[in-house]
């Protein structure tokens, strides 16, 4: 299974990009959040976190191997969660993504079934079942920022998850977890890995107290 793919960014259209692996061009299905931030890199070369799936009828012997791509491992691992969800599957996920990963799993979570409908597809029945199957698995996706943020406005959306996950092994609650990563990020502090951030958490925590 292709789980990372590398090359230079040939080509961009609405729903793929042709991405050049040496003498192989491959074509790589992509959300529209991602079509974006790749628009300015044409000619460059890239790396896409990939998922394969296969697409076509069994019965008929017709399957075509297809790839999704993503900038992050995080943002596949949400996009994989929202295909579990009953209705969805990679077609409508990938019609439906129009927006930053964090700003979905944010209505998830805020159980905004009004704000989710309006994604293409993803009506009003199916914007509950998203809601019922993933809102508690959410916080960590929360905390994605978007990629076009201005440079050091925020810390970085790989530290904030991974800060997350250990606040979590360290016996922090979801809520607790999510709460003092989010005062680091309004911090507008410049944190370069996970241990700077753990510590000026327990900093400032210990200063309140």
């Known amino acids: 299974m292709i789980r990372k793919i590398?090359?230079?960014l040939e080509r961009i259209e609405p729903t793929a990009i042709e991405l050049?692996?040496?003498?192989l061009v491959h074509e790589v299905l992509v959300p529209d959040m991602v079509r974006r931030q790749l628009q300015e890199k044409i000619g460059k070369r890239v790396s896409l976190f990939t998922l394969e799936y296969?697409?076509?009828?069994?019965?008929?012997?017709?399957l075509v191997p297809r790839l999704v791509g993503f900038l992050s491992e995080v943002e596949r691992e949400f996009f994989e969660l929202?295909?579990?969800v009953d209705g969805v599957g990679v077609r409508k996920a990938l019609r439906a993504m129009i927006q930053p990963v964090g700003d979905v799993a944010r209505a998830i979570e805020e159980q905004d079934a009004t704000g989710l409908s309006k994604l293409p597809g993803v009506g009003g029945a199916t914007a509950e079942r998203i809601i019922a199957k993933l809102r508690r698995r959410m916080p960590k996706f929360a905390l994605l920022v978007a990629r076009d943020a201005p440079a050091g406005a925020a810390v970085g959306?790989?530290?904030?998850?991974?800060?997350?996950?250990?606040?979590?092994?360290?016996?922090?609650?979801?809520?607790?977890?999510r709460r003092l990563v989010d005062g680091l990020r309004e911090s507008r502090r410049k944190v370069s890995d996970v241990q700077v951030a753990l510590e000026l958490i327990y900093?400032?925590?210990?200063g309140k107290g």
């Open 54 to 62: 296969l697409e076509g009828n069994p019965t008929r012997g017709n």
């Open 157 to 177: 959306s790989d530290v904030l998850t991974e800060t997350f996950e250990v606040l979590r092994s360290l016996g922090h609650s979801d809520a607790d977890a």
């Open 82 to 84: 929202f295909c579990e």
């Open 20 to 23: 050049a692996v040496g003498d």
């Open 6 to 8: 590398t090359g230079t």
């Open 203 to 206: 900093r400032q925590t210990h």
